[in-house]
């Protein structure tokens, strides 16, 4: 089992950055891919970015790509998701999950989910 708890949330203006980090609990967290999705208010929830489990490919969705870093820390059994340039359509729940090998975009692939953190961008 794993556990993770997201945390950086909080309100920024356009333009500005911040810096989620996500927390893991478990001994096999580092077997795992990693990945954040959002879900803003009325919309369905999207995939932002990815990672594979030995940190050998990123993938991102077109929305975020150039503005978006994933990292991880596995030491440290930690992910975060840097993100500059923000823009008022960032603003969503963002959600930090792990599970299988790759790191793709679909939610299937994923196992374990944390609560969520909200982002706020004003404009």
């Known amino acids: 089992q794993v556990q993770l708890a997201e945390s950086g949330g909080g309100l920024v203006q356009a333009g500005g950055s911040l810096r989620l980090s996500c927390a893991a609990s478990?001994?096999?967290?580092?077997?795992?891919?990693t990945a954040w999705f959002r879900q803003a208010p009325g919309k369905e929830r999207e995939f932002v970015a990815a990672?594979?489990?030995?940190?050998?490919?990123?993938y991102y969705a077109d929305s975020v790509k150039g503005r978006f870093t994933i990292s991880r820390d596995n030491a440290k059994n930690t992910v975060y998701l840097q993100m500059n340039s923000l823009k008022p359509e960032d603003t969503a729940v963002y959600y930090c999950?792990?599970?299988?090998?790759?790191?793709?975009?679909?939610?299937?692939?994923?196992?374990?989910w944390g609560q969520g953190t909200q982002v706020t961008v004003s404009s």
């Open positions: 999950v792990a599970g299988g090998y790759y790191g793709g975009s679909v939610e299937d692939e994923y196992d374990y």
């Open positions: 478990g001994r096999t967290f580092s077997s795992y891919a």
């Open positions: 990672m594979s489990w030995n940190i050998g490919s990123e």
